[in-house]
């Protein structure tokens, strides 16, 4: 719901929507900066619902992602040069500024693994289900989900998720009859769960 929220105010429609609006204003330039980000997140929003695989590294989607990242990072940078403290109001929270370096980096780095030699990498395909599971049967072994465990001890706890479970539980969306995840799937993203349901129902 939160992805599907996200996409739908970040995206392409959202953006002409706002500059449908900045038009009518007596002071357009009021929104030139709300215009400016919506430009650059409603690239990341199509590029990350995009099913068409990206089969070399000159592929300008990469470019696009790379410009983005560009973006973000230098309005960070300006936001920390400036003296005035009502400065650091206008800037996106840390929290997101992590998640999107991540994301971004994170897939332009696999695509420079990956792709090539007739392999290819579909960006509407890729999601972080698998970890966020893994991070969830680590802190659900240390007894606690608030915790903050050690170094010392998250160690024998990711031998026991090794060893001991897997990071494609069935009890969750990553499992082995999980659906591909996109912001717009209009049902569950693990089926099988509803189907069990419908058979216990049926007995």
Known sequence: MRNHLAAEVL???M???MKCYQSTLENPES???TVEILENS?????????????NNLQDP???????????FNKWEKEIE???LYSASKNLI???????LNSSIQGFLSLCEQHVGNGNGMNPGYINSDIIENNFCQLRGIRNSLNTNPTLAQIGPSQTAVCLGQTTLSSKCNTGGSASYFKATTPCAVN???NKKKEIRQTY
């Not at 929270?93 to 998640?99: A, Y």
């Open 11 to 13: 995206n392409t429609d």
């Open 31 to 33: 929104l030139a900066s």
């Open 15 to 17: 953006l002409y929507l």
């Open 61 to 71: 989607r990469l470019q696009k992602l790379k410009n983005v990242l560009l973006f």
């Open 42 to 54: 409603s690239i990341l929003v199509d590029i990350f619902l995009d099913k068409r695989p990206i």
């Open 93 to 99: 929270t840390f929290q997101i500024r992590e998640d």
């Open 81 to 83: 040069h400036c003296k």
């Open 191 to 193: 089926p099988s769960q």
